[in-house]
């Protein structure tokens, strides 16, 4: 061919769309199908052996953590009955020097009543247990205080006029609330 000869046209060739030619595998060896069927059986075992480990685990750590949840709920007063166990010495301490051939005076009594009530308040101040008595003129809280009655004031409305019982706080919650008497509107 010349160089300076003009090319004759080609025809349009369009792309063929065929697919049902196989793609040829140039890198691996051909396997057999035996072979390959043993190749997913093997992973196949494998990835159930995983899969039965994982499931026996997890059912391990759910059975640990509701035995620790159960010995929790058994024992979650422990703490707070053993700082009891004082007050509870005294008490008994009490009535039983009151039995004895020397009973104590009304003094002495007293006076061992006070030192108990400073061990109760101490135990319970220890486990988080903490009073709710709100002073005259506090606002009305219905989430701390519980009215009874409302009666004439000369204070501002819906605010505590007395306090009938303390109530009483355990972690922020509250455990008992306090009964007051609330200010009736004017």
């Excluded at 072979?35 to 039965?52: C, I, N, P, Q, T």
Aim: charge should be negative.
């Amino acid at each position: 061919m010349n160089p300076n000869e003009p090319t004759p046209p080609t025809p349009d060739i369009e792309p063929s769309l065929d697919t049902t030619q196989e793609p040829v595998e140039t890198s691996a060896p051909a396997q057999t199908i035996e072979e390959r069927l043993a190749e997913l059986e093997a992973k196949h075992a494998s990835v159930s052996d995983a899969y039965l480990r994982a499931k026996a685990d997890a059912e391990n750590t759910r059975r640990r953590a509701e035995e620790e949840m159960s010995k929790a709920r058994k024992f979650a007063v422990e703490a707070f009955a053993e700082s009891l166990l004082p007050v509870r010495d005294s008490l008994e301490a009490a009535i039983t020097l009151q039995g004895s051939d020397a009973p104590a005076t009304t003094d002495q009594m007293l006076e061992g009543v006070h030192a108990t009530l400073r061990q109760l308040n101490s135990a319970l101040e220890r486990n988080k247990v903490l009073p709710i008595n709100p002073p005259v003129g506090t606002k009305f809280d219905p989430h701390q205080h519980q009215a009874i009655s409302m009666v004439p004031a000369n204070q501002e409305a819906n605010t505590v006029v007395t306090v009938l019982q303390k109530g009483y706080l355990i972690s922020d919650r509250v455990l008992r609330p306090a009964l007051v008497t609330v200010a009736a509107p004017k």
